[in-house]
């Protein structure tokens, strides 16, 4: 069983910047493929951005390309979304995932941002 809880959403204004955390309890994040996704009010959930067990490979939605970085550090537990430039759209609360034989999610944390 993983246990994931998200911080570091909040209120900012358009070209601003945040860093989401996913810290991870009740097992290593090491043996899991980890993800970011994101749902905004009245659309379904999709995704963000990919990071591998290792660390080595990412993808992203197109959208957030060249803006969003992730990244991992498996000695803390913990994957990050680093989000450049944010633009309004990208309004929505951010969930992380655990993919492996059972997928695990966190709670979510709120960005916001204002125009």
């Known amino acids: 069983q993983v246990q994931l809880a998200e911080s570091g959403g909040g209120l900012v204004q358009a070209g601003g910047s945040l860093r989401l955390s996913c810290t991870a309890s009740?097992?290593?994040?090491?043996?899991?493929?980890m993800d970011w996704f994101r749902q905004a009010p009245g659309k379904e959930r999709e995704f963000v951005a990919q990071?591998?067990?290792?660390?080595?490979?990412?993808y992203y939605k197109e959208s957030v390309k060249g803006r969003f970085t992730i990244s991992r550090d498996n000695a803390k537990n913990t994957v990050y979304l680093q989000m450049n430039s944010l633009k309004p759209e990208d309004t929505a609360v951010y969930y992380c995932?655990?993919?492996?034989?059972?997928?695990?999610w966190g709670q979510g944390t709120q960005v916001t941002v204002s125009s």
């Open positions: 009740g097992r290593s994040l090491s043996a899991y493929d």
């Open positions: 990071i591998s067990r290792n660390g080595v490979i990412t």
């Open positions: 995932r655990a993919s492996g034989q059972f997928d695990y």
